[in-house]
């Protein structure tokens, strides 16, 4: 349907378009210091396009900067985030998706209760839990290691992935989960078979958020992880925090997106997901 | 198939709610039973009991005189068909089927072969590579009688599998039920809220309201004797007329007094002489049902009492016209024959023909006679 053109609509157009400049700008700055030279970015202004372009500060942010005495850049780092954000992300959706289906599906005395205690963790601020977690860690003796980071990771994200799930199973009816068992499926026949093919949607959900949510988290890592296995959140705080005489803005700007990037990416492919499982509405059978 | 047996039982909630209280019901091997009633009345939770999806909290079920209460309902060797199907979303038809013979490690080749046999026999081979989400209401509901099928189970269980279709569609597949009951000779428990899905499709009825039993019967007579007036009140469409009425002696007959504003008329209720007796000078409800109360044409016998009514609303519904009076100040229906129903407005002669009237008494709604 053709709409014509009448002055409501272009006004309305230019506070859109002025609306995604303003929201667009940052990553244009960053992006394109990240290619200037250091010169560039000294002698002109900050929205101005680069002179000349150079992936010079792209490479040394990867394998080279300084982040406090080591100068091995984010690699490293970069690499102790997936080791620490994709099992995370993975144990707590499952156990997640477990705890929903049991408090959805399988009600026993006090499910409302437990899952009421669940809700109020996701309230608890992250400040709270740091003593008592380093002092769990220290128990386990997994402090400052990246299997404590994700056990912390995992024990903070569940509250939120158990939502997720419970409110996802509880608009499937309970009568599919009595014909399952009517014809002879157990408790985790019933899961695996009949609930978690049709849970895709709500598992979209769950991982992009807990990745964004682990992903960035620097509160945790900056308190349980130290040294070499720390995220890459905390070494890019060390690596903008540690200067030799100048300061090297175009590196900053492309460790930041360095660190970024994942979670961009995760959101551009299963963004689709996450999207058509909000809209989709096929489950009723 | 096996008979089924439904002893004393009971369920209370934890909450004290008790929503079951001492149900007994019997039926043979092959038996069709309804169980039948307004919503809340309990019949889903007896049959979600009988499937073993809910506990039992006293009494014993036994289906082929096995005592039941305590096996899982995988071992109770039952299918049932749920109201929504309840189909696996994520499963094609074939598999929708197959699940529950896996489960139960049947060999492929003979899940592969009965699940051909139960496909042709529904007439859905066509339709076996499909999901649910690509069929329709009637083509799901029939995939739900396959999968229920396929497992030849002693009895089936049906939670009111009619209720989400059209009316049209409902029509159809109640027969094509009723088919497969007579060709099968399973025996099925079928909970129903609609009491002409009770009436047709059962051999033995069950009426429950609020947790109890009201009456167990076969369709007939418990259409033709209600044991009381909440049941005469839900089975039959229109519903039974209920009047306010004295019971009255005139020439040595007992009967009841109807008057409406133009005078009345003493109705004898030669069948119920001695039940009546204590009753006399006394107010009772008078129980009638539409097609008892008619047109001279319609009436089949002679020597019945008539009685001239003032006539306030007429229903045409084709086969019949209702006709709606007013006797004793209460609102009657009366079935006629189309072209001998007068206007409204106009007066009519009916002809009330007692020999099935039934009375209550009005305190405890109890039958009378």
């Not at chain 1, 992903?215 to 925090?241: K, Y």
């Not at chain 1, 175009?250 to 961009?264: E, G, H, K, R, S």
């Not at chain 2, 002696?249 to 069948?271: F, R, T, Y």
């Not at chain 2, 009492?305 to 209702?322: F, K, R």
């Amino acid at each position: 349907m053709a709409k014509h053109l009448t002055p409501g609509r272009i006004v309305l157009y230019a506070a859109l378009l002025l609306m995604a400049i303003y929201y667009l700008l940052p990553l244009y700055v960053m992006l394109s210091t990240s290619v200037k030279t250091l010169d560039d970015i000294r002698g002109g202004n900050l929205i101005a396009l680069p002179q000349s372009i150079t992936f010079d500060a792209w490479s040394k942010a990867w394998s080279s900067a300084c982040t406090g005495v080591e100068c091995g850049g984010m690699k490293g780092f970069f690499w102790n985030s997936v080791k620490m954000a994709v099992p995370s992300v993975l144990i707590s959706t499952l156990i997640g998706a477990v705890n929903g289906y049991v408090v959805s599906m399988w009600r026993f005395r006090g499910s409302d209760v437990l899952f009421t205690l669940l809700l109020v963790g996701c309230f608890i601020p992250f400040q709270v839990v740091l003593l008592p977690m380093a002092r769990l860690l220290g128990e386990l003796g997994i402090a400052n290691t990246t299997s404590g980071l994700i056990l912390v990771h995992v024990i903070y994200g569940l509250a939120f992935t158990t939502l997720f799930f419970r409110n996802f199973f509880v608009t499937i009816p309970d009568e599919l989960v009595k014909a399952a068992r009517i014809d002879g499926a157990g408790f985790w026949t019933i899961f695996f078979r009949i609930l978690l093919p049709i849970s895709g949607p709500i598992f979209m959900v769950c991982v992009i958020w807990q990745f964004t949510q682990i992903w960035n988290d620097f509160l945790f890592g900056v308190v349980f992880a130290s040294g070499e296995s720390q995220p890459i959140t905390v070494a890019l705080n060390n690596l903008v925090n540690t200067s030799t005489g100048v300061k090297e803005y175009n590196v900053d700007m492309a460790a930041a997106i360095i660190a970024a990037l994942p979670t961009l990416f995760v959101y551009m492919v299963a963004g689709r997901y996450f999207v058509r499982g909000l809209t989709a509405g096929a489950v009723k059978g | 198939m096996a008979a089924l047996s439904i002893n004393n039982v009971c369920k209370t909630y934890a909450n004290g709610t008790e929503v079951l209280k001492g149900i007994d019901i019997a039926i043979e091997d092959g038996q069709f039973l309804i169980l039948v009633g307004p919503s809340g009345c309990g019949k889903s939770t007896l049959l979600n009991m009988i499937a073993g999806l809910d506990d039992i909290s006293s009494g014993d079920i036994e289906i082929g005189g096995k005592r039941v209460n305590d096996l899982s309902p995988k071992d109770r060797d039952i299918a049932m068909v749920f109201q929504s199907y309840a189909l696996y979303p994520s499963m094609s038809v074939r598999k929708n089927i197959s699940f529950g013979l896996e489960i139960r490690k049947m060999p492929q080749g003979e899940i592969d072969a009965t699940v051909e046999r139960v496909a042709q026999m529904l007439q859905m081979t066509h339709l076996l590579d499909r999901k649910p989400s690509q069929l329709s209401g009637g083509q799901r509901q029939r995939v739900a009688m396959g999968r229920a099928l396929a497992r030849n189970p002693s009895i089936f269980l049906f939670d009111e599998p009619l209720s989400n279709l059209d009316a049209k569609l409902r029509v159809e597949m109640r027969t094509e039920i009723k088919l497969m009951h007579q060709r099968l000779k399973s025996t099925i428990v079928y909970v129903t809220h609609d009491q002409i899905e009770a009436m047709t499709l059962g051999d033995r009825i069950a009426v429950m309201k609020d947790g109890i039993v009201q009456q167990f019967g076969s369709p007939q007579d418990i259409y033709d004797n209600p044991a009381n007036l909440f049941v005469a009140s839900f089975i039959g469409s229109p519903s039974m007329n209920f009047i306010p009425a004295q019971v009255v002696e005139s020439a040595g007959v007992l009967g009841v007094k109807i008057c409406d504003d133009q005078g009345c008329v003493i109705l004898p209720l030669p069948h119920a002489q001695d039940k009546m007796q204590p009753w006399l000078g006394r107010e009772v409800i008078f129980g009638i049902r539409p097609e008892q109360i008619t047109d001279a044409r319609t009436a089949y016998r002679a020597g019945l009492p008539v009685m001239a009514c003032h006539i306030d609303v007429i229903e045409p519904t084709g086969p019949d016209t209702l006709v709606f009076v007013s006797l004793n100040n209460t609102k009657v229906c009366c079935r006629t024959h189309p072209t001998e129903a007068k206007l409204p407005g106009h007066s009519m002669e009916l002809v009330f023909d007692v020999s099935k009237a039934v009375l209550f008494d009005p305190a405890t709604e109890q039958r009378i006679a």
